[in-house]
Nanobody
Framework: QVQLVESGGGSVQAAGSLRLSCAAS????????MGWFRQAPGKEREFLSA???????SYATSVKGRFTISRDNAKNTLYLQMNSLKPEDTAMYYC??????????????WGQGTQVTVSS
């Protein structure tokens, strides 16, 4: 069974940094597209970033230049380094497993989420 467990969230002041981790069950990270999403109360789920098994990366405009997605296949872990955080980054952050090695076929598994709160 696929398991995705996020960690690394917390409270940080504006301009601070956090590194989120997504621990996945064996072989998942190396075999599928992996992505990061977030959702704030009352708002739609927002795509942040994704990485294909070939290493191609995409970012949402709102986080480009501030967030960096990466993976460690040996550790079965996906990461999201978040720098220059802003209060509007406050949300629940989720990692997700794509349905295919590329990121063009949607996502079919989601973690439980980790809360990120950025204060001014």
């Amino acid at each position: 069974q696929v398991q995705l467990v996020e960690s690394g969230g917390g409270s940080v002041q504006a301009a601070g940094s956090l590194r989120l981790s997504c621990a996945a069950s064996e072989y998942i990270v190396r075999s599928f597209c992996m992505g990061w999403f977030r959702q704030a109360p009352g708002k739609e789920r927002e795509f942040l970033s994704a990485i294909t098994t070939a290493g191609y990366i995409s970012y949402a405009t709102s986080v480009k230049g501030r967030f960096t997605i990466s993976r460690d296949n040996a550790k079965n872990t996906l990461y999201l380094q978040m720098n220059s955080l802003k209060p509007e980054d406050t949300a629940m952050y989720y990692c997700a497993k794509g349905a295919a090695p590329d990121c063009n076929h949607g996502y079919n598994y989601w973690g439980q989420g980790t809360q990120v709160t950025v204060s001014s």
